[in-house]
C-alpha cells in the first residue's frame, strides 16, 4: 500500500551510461515531481507534471528527460551519466499543482556515477 | 531566489526538551510548509502555514510565520529520541514551486 514508490532504491553505473528511474503513485494526485537531493541535503525540484504535461522544467541539463505516460507514472531518464548527477533522485506527488497542497515523497533513488 | 535558510544547521538536544529551529525567506510567499526527513528516507510533510496566518498547532509542533520578517519558526515540544531528523521549510512563492531551505539536523539524545 505505498503511496509513492520509487525503483530502484540503488543505482550505480559508470560515467557516459544512459539510465531510468521510474516512479509511482497510487494516492490518485494530478501532480508529479522530480526532485534532486546533492550531497549537501540541498533539495532542488527539477520537473514537475500535471495531468501528465510539464508544467516546471526548472535549468538542468537536456541529458535528463522526464516521461510521464500517464497521470500515476512520472519516470527520468538520464543520457550520459557524468559524475555531477551523483545525487538523491526524490519523486513526489500532490493532489493538484496549485500552492496549497502537501506533498508526498517517495524513498527516493540514490545514484552513484563512477 | 526564494531559497530559504534554516537556523541552526544542527541542534542537538536531550530528551524531553523542546526544540526551535528558524527558517528565512526571500520573496513574498503564498504558503510555508515543513517538512521531517529521517535519514536515508523521503520528505514526510508537517504542517503547512498560510501567508495570512500567524500561528499553527498540530499536535506537539508549533509554527510561528511573521511575513514582515520573513521568517517562520518550527517549536517540537517535549521532544523524543524518534524526532531525531532533518526538518526543512518550504515555501511558494507566485508560482506553485516548492523551495526547500538547507534544512536543520535535529539530533535528540535519550
Known amino acids: 500500500d505505498t503511496a509513492v514508490s520509487q525503483t530502484p532504491k540503488y543505482l550505480v553505473t559508470q560515467m557516459g551510461n544512459d539510465k531510468s528511474i521510474k516512479c509511482e503513485q497510487n494516492?490518485?494526485?494530478?501532480?508529479m515531481y522530480w526532485y534532486k537531493q546533492d550531497s549537501k541535503k540541498f533539495l532542488k525540484i527539477m520537473f514537475s507534471?500535471?495531468?501528465?504535461?510539464?508544467?516546471i522544467n526548472e535549468t538542468v541539463p537536456n541529458r535528463f528527460s522526464p516521461k510521464s505516460p500517464d497521470k500515476a507514472h512520472l519516470n527520468l531518464h538520464i543520457n550520459s551519466l557524468e559524475l555531477g548527477d551523483s545525487a538523491v533522485y526524490f519523486c513526489a506527488s500532490s493532489r493538484t499543482s496549485g500552492s496549497y497542497n502537501e506533498q508526498f515523497f517517495g524513498p527516493g533513488t540514490r545514484l552513484t556515477v563512477l | 531566489s526564494q531559497q530559504g535558510e534554516e537556523d541552526p544547521q544542527a541542534l542537538s538536544i536531550q530528551e524531553g526538551e523542546n526544540a526551535t529551529m528558524n527558517c528565512s525567506y526571500k520573496t513574498s510567499i503564498n504558503n510555508l510548509q515543513w517538512y521531517r526527513q529521517n535519514s536515508g528516507r523521503g520528505l514526510v510533510h508537517l504542517i503547512l502555514i498560510r501567508s495570512n496566518e500567524r500561528e499553527k498547532h498540530s499536535g506537539r509542533l508549533r509554527v510561528t510565520l511573521d511575513t514582515s520578517k520573513k521568517s517562520s519558526s518550527l517549536l517540537i515540544t517535549a521532544s523524543r529520541a524518534a524526532d531525531t531528523a532533518s526538518y526543512f521549510c518550504?515555501?511558494?512563492?507566485?508560482?506553485?514551486?516548492?523551495?526547500f531551505g538547507k534544512g536543520t539536523l535535529l539530533t535528540v539524545n535519550p
Open positions: 507534471y500535471n495531468n501528465k504535461e510539464l508544467i
Open positions: 518550504a515555501n511558494t512563492g507566485s508560482n506553485y514551486k516548492l523551495t
Open positions: 494516492l490518485g494526485h494530478d501532480t
